[in-house]
Nanobody, 118 residues
Framework: QVQLVESGGGLVQPGGSLRLSCAASGSIRSINDMGWYRQAPGKQRELVATITSGGNYADSVKGRFAISRDNAKNTVFLQMNSLKPEDTAVYYC??????????????WGQGTQVTVSS
């Protein structure tokens, strides 16, 4: 089993910055991909960024958000700059993992609230 723990959400004014973190622990042999998704009230969950190929981003966050990783700590980060009210959502991390016994599975963090408001 794999557990993901997120941190770093909160309330920020428009134009501000936040950094989200997500650390994985448990039976991990390797990690295929790491990513961030978000879900605003009344909307479907959407992709924000994944780490594959140096970083893939939703058009709405390109140039403002940056995804990075610390392989030694099985941790993924999301640096969010120039935040806008429309970035308000619950942010979830996702890991695509090969477990200790060779089984591939996808895991989600518990979600962290990001609110952008003056």
């Amino acid at each position: 089993q794999v557990q993901l723990v997120e941190s770093g959400g909160g309330l920020v004014q428009p134009g501000g910055s936040l950094r989200l973190s997500c650390a994985a622990s448990g039976s991990i042999r390797s990690i295929n991909d790491m990513g961030w998704y978000r879900q605003a009230p009344g909307k479907q969950r959407e992709l924000v960024a994944t780490i594959t190929s140096g970083g893939n981003y939703a058009d709405s966050v390109k140039g403002r958000f940056a995804i990075s990783r610390d392989n030694a700590k099985n941790t993924v980060f999301l640096q969010m700059n120039s935040l806008k009210p429309e970035d308000t959502a619950v942010y979830y991390c996702n890991f695509d993992v090969i477990g200790r016994w060779g089984v591939r599975a996808s895991y989600w963090g518990q979600g962290t609230q990001v609110t952008v408001s003056s």
